[in-house]
């Protein structure tokens, strides 16, 4: 079953290299996160399977890699200097703070347990604010990108005519976001530092409704196809109080986290309104003139926009198990092949200088294609126990026999059982049990 405490994973995180709290040595810094050696590779594939079904598999989407880094105006026209802001109170008793929509009960503080000890609330923009260049003033004003989004507005027209795309087509991208949020919280649910996986795709306007119901469809069968059950999923729209100034209608895909549902990922109708916003600040172009019809018009947008590390925890808590192996507990990360940090191991049986040639032979041949643990230390069982932890779908065990039959052992994470290939088709079996 997956798992019910967020620290069942956070432990289990930080035990096996997932994710390190950022700075530690130092007392560590609120809200931020380093991935480790396991993170850091499952991650990657997490954005890697955002890029495959968004990207790759299709030929109506391209990729662009945008600045982090950007003037005022750009923020001005898209209505984050004005709009992008969070309602905060102080408690007058303790001096937290906190974000007055997320409060379970706006009369009784969180954190002390006060009554009525909040201030009136006040609007908190959550732009990161920066200088660009040796001297600091307001001509250098700059910003940290609180979204993905606009630098695939801004970048409209050139992505249009290099690319020789028409609507309906999309710009994807992924990369850094940051926010200064009032209350970070729920691990790396929400902070102020993560990345984001998100596509504007352009439409004519009569068509919005169904390319709408169109992403909706896609997004949610994404992340089953990977693993979540759909029980542990929901689309959720939202109320007209909760739309944000661009948008038209958003829902969002919503997952079973261990405090309740939240959002994974939002699908939002932004209408003209980023584009027409630009064009007037800017002075430039942006619509598309249909030759076939003779008319010219500002496509209206769909945007899926998925957080990439909140997935990656979603990923985790949904694959988390414990079951029993020979009368034994073990914990198993059951996370789907092309999430996993690692597809296969490769465990000789014994680290004598006997097998090592072999297992090496072994691991070179399969890393060609996978990303691979190689690991000839501990008890052949402890091994397997940490593999299973760690999510690895497959184990390769090369023993004495394999000197002479020149065969290996293949064990399956999820039901244990084991299988003897030749060293020459490991490949082949290896990519027959994975999938890919």
């Not at 990923?315 to 034994?328: H, I, P, Q, R």
Request: proline share 6%; aromatic share 10%.
């Amino acid at each position: 079953m997956p798992a019910t405490e967020l620290d069942q994973i956070v432990n289990l995180a930080k035990r096996r290299g997932f994710v390190f709290p950022s700075a530690e040595i130092y007392g560590g810094f609120r809200s931020t996160y380093d991935y480790g050696p396991l993170g850091s590779l499952m991650l990657r594939n997490v954005k890697n399977e955002w890029l495959r079904a968004m990207v790759q598999q299709r030929d109506d989407v391209v990729l662009i890699d945008a600045a982090i880094l950007g003037p005022p105006a750009v923020w001005e026209a898209s209505g984050h200097l004005k709009n992008f802001s969070d309602p905060l109170v102080d408690c007058t008793n303790c001096k937290q703070r906190f974000r007055e929509d997320k409060l379970d009960d706006p009369h009784t503080c969180p954190h002390c347990g006060a009554k009525d000890s909040f201030t009136a609330a006040r609007q908190f923009n959550l732009m990161f604010k920066t200088q660009a260049g040796p001297v600091a003033d307001a001509g250098a004003d700059a910003y940290l990108r609180p979204e993905t989004a606009q630098g695939m507005f801004i970048n409209f027209a050139n992505v249009l005519q290099s690319s020789r795309k028409r609507p309906p087509f999309g710009i994807a991208q992924v990369g850094k976001s940051f926010r200064n949020e009032i209350t970070p919280q729920n691990w790396i649910f929400r902070t102020r530092e993560f990345e984001q996986m998100e596509l504007q795709f352009f439409v004519p306007p009569a068509e919005s409704a169904k390319w709408y119901q169109y992403w909706l469809d896609e997004r949610m069968r994404w992340y089953t196809d990977l693993g979540i059950p759909a029980s542990l999923l929901r689309l959720r729209e939202h109320g007209a109080d909760e739309l944000s100034h661009y948008s038209a209608g958003t829902s969002d895909v919503e997952f079973a986290f261990p405090w309740g549902f939240d959002e994974l990922e939002g699908i939002a109708q932004r209408t003209d309104f980023d584009l027409k916003a630009h064009a007037a600040a800017s002075g430039e172009k942006l619509d598309y003139f249909d030759q076939a019809s003779g008319e010219r018009y500002v496509p209206y947008v769909v945007e899926p926009a998925a957080g990439a590390t909140r997935t990656m925890a979603a990923f985790l808590l949904a694959a988390y198990d414990e079951d029993e192996v020979n009368g034994e507990p073990r914990t198993v990360l059951r996370l789907h092949p092309r999430l996993s940090p690692y597809q296969v191991a490769v465990l000789p049986l014994s680290k004598k200088d006997t097998l090592t040639p072999t297992a090496h032979e072994v691991r070179r041949r399969l890393s060609d294609r996978y990303m691979v643990d190689y690991d000839e230390t501990q008890a052949i069982g402890r091994r397997y126990r940490r593999q299973d932890e760690i999510g690895t779908p497959l184990c390769v065990t090369v023993d004495f026999d394999s000197l002479d039959d020149r065969a290996v052992t293949i064990r399956d994470r999820d039901t244990t059982e084991q299988q003897r290939v030749a060293i020459d088709e490991v490949v082949t079996a290896v990519a027959e049990r994975l999938g890919f």
